[in-house]
């Protein structure tokens, strides 16, 4: 081999990925399967780190892996593929928003049933005899 060869613990270095998971990338066909020495170590192209650079970098904006898939077939084979990323893009900006609302509401309620409690605790000091309001809340069949 002329060039310097990359075992998959200095490509999991240099990529930020744990060795697991580009073995899983591997099993998915997200990564060709990488050339291999006599005595049968991975070994990684310039190429194949950056497309496992490339899989992070999608998986930390919240890309799924058959998006990711999608995306790295746009980026090996398509020149034109702008409007299609850009489509897939807002799809996600979309679910990232409904996400936050979700969050936003789960927290405002997650604040009044907190504040629920500390009322109870507050009138039944000492005493026991009231149910924990969150248990009941949860507890409730609606």
């Known amino acids: 081999?002329?060039?310097?060869?990359?075992?998959?613990?200095?490509a999991s270095r240099q990529t930020g990925l744990s060795i697991h998971t580009i073995r899983f990338y591997e099993s998915e066909g997200l990564l060709p399967e990488p050339a291999r020495t006599?005595?049968?170590?991975?070994?990684?192209?310039n190429q194949a780190i950056s497309r496992l650079q490339f899989i992070r970098k999608a998986q930390e904006l919240g890309f799924s892996l058959d998006e990711i898939r999608e995306l790295l077939i746009l980026n090996d084979h398509s020149r034109d593929a702008c409007s299609h990323?850009?489509?897939?893009?807002?799809?996600?900006?979309?679910s990232v928003r409904a996400r936050i609302h979700a969050l936003h509401a789960m927290e405002a309620e997650l604040k009044r049933i907190s504040a629920e409690c500390g009322r109870s605790q507050q009138r039944h000091k000492g005493n026991?005899?009231?149910?924990?309001?969150?248990l009941a809340k949860l507890d409730r069949k609606e």
């Open 128 to 134: 026991g005899a009231k149910r924990c309001p969150v």
């Open 38 to 45: 006599e005595s049968g170590y991975r070994v990684f192209s």
């Open 1 to 10: 081999m002329g060039r310097k060869s990359t075992f998959i613990g200095e």
């Open 85 to 94: 990323v850009k489509s897939l893009v807002e799809e996600k900006l979309a």
